[in-house]
């Protein structure tokens, strides 16, 4: 599979279908591009797909450094430039929204819309930077595994959990956290001590669309309404019995959602 050499990094990349839209994928903290294998089939016939791993996570390089947002938005922004000629359609949940807001308000002209999903322009409360300061240690002591139990229900939302026709996509992703090594620590700090960049989202002026899961608990929908209110022309939907990774637990709406935000 390819990969590609941008702002001091090796990047991992998949590429699937053509057309003339290029849609660019970015995944969220502790995940990788696979997190998108629900939704990409459905625009796979009309639209070219790129699926990028960020540095320091999935097959990616890990440098050591270079974790906090404003690099990332870097290498974001040159894998864009190296890979389409044209603005792209980027599609990011979590820390790959994170990445999407500076990245559309920096490099406009990189951009032909956002969407982003399940994701926050605020920095991180005080009270969760305490709670990640101690699963931090914990970490460094004895690895990722004794936190797999207590970092699931962050990513899934309550409904997900206790549907038994998913109880094999919580699974799925309980063994892919559990294989996370300590490396993983460089790109946890690299979200939980992001600033704020409110003042960055006027500054957003392609199409925006905002999507959350009604039960994220890790970016509640309070930080979908505040991005909302500061990204003019945006549109923001909402999804019942979800939880922060919408592009896993509900893709079907996640899908239509998009689908109807590009025709316009």
């Known amino acids: 599979m390819p990969t ?28 990788d591009n696979s997190m998108w294998d629900f939704v990409t089939p459905h625009f796979a016939k009309t639209c070219r797909l790129i699926c990028f791993d960020f ?29 389409s000629d044209k603005p792209v359609d980027y599609v990011g ?19 032909r819309s956002l969407v982003l999903l399940d994701t926050s322009a605020q920095a991180e409360p005080p009270h969760n930077l305490r709670k990640y300061a101690v699963m931090t240690w914990i970490v460094r ?30 699974k799925h992703w309980r063994r892919k956290l559990s294989a996370l090594k300590k490396t993983i620590l460089g790109p946890i700090a690299g979200v939980t001590q992001r600033r704020d960049i409110t003042q960055e989202l006027p ?12 039960e994220d608990r890790t970016t509640p929908v309070s930080c979908a309404h505040h991005m909302h209110a500061y990204i003019a022309h945006s549109e923001l939907q909402i999804i019942p019995r979800c939880g922060h990774s919408s592009a896993l637990e509900e893709p079907e709406q996640v899908v239509a959602a998009m689908k109807k935000f590009y025709l316009k």
């Open 93 to 111: 949940l979590s820390m790959g929204g994170m990445v999407g807001m500076p990245l559309a308000a920096r490099y406009p002209h990189l951009l």
């Open 141 to 170: 002591a004895f690895g990722v595994k004794p936190l797999v139990s207590r970092t699931l229900p962050l990513m899934f939302g309550k409904t997900t959990v206790n549907d038994p026709a998913k109880r094999e996509l919580v």
């Open 203 to 214: 500054k957003i002026t392609c199409p925006t669309l905002i999507i959350t899961g009604e």
């Open 4 to 31: 590609i050499s941008v702002n001091g990094v090796e990047l991992f990349y998949t590429e699937q279908g053509d057309g003339e839209r290029t849609i660019v994928f970015a995944h969220g903290l502790l995940m």
């Open 55 to 83: 540095r320091g996570q999935g097959r990616s390089q890990d440098t050591g450094q270079g974790y906090a947002i404003d690099t990332l938005v870097e290498d974001a922004a040159a894998l864009i430039n190296a890979l």
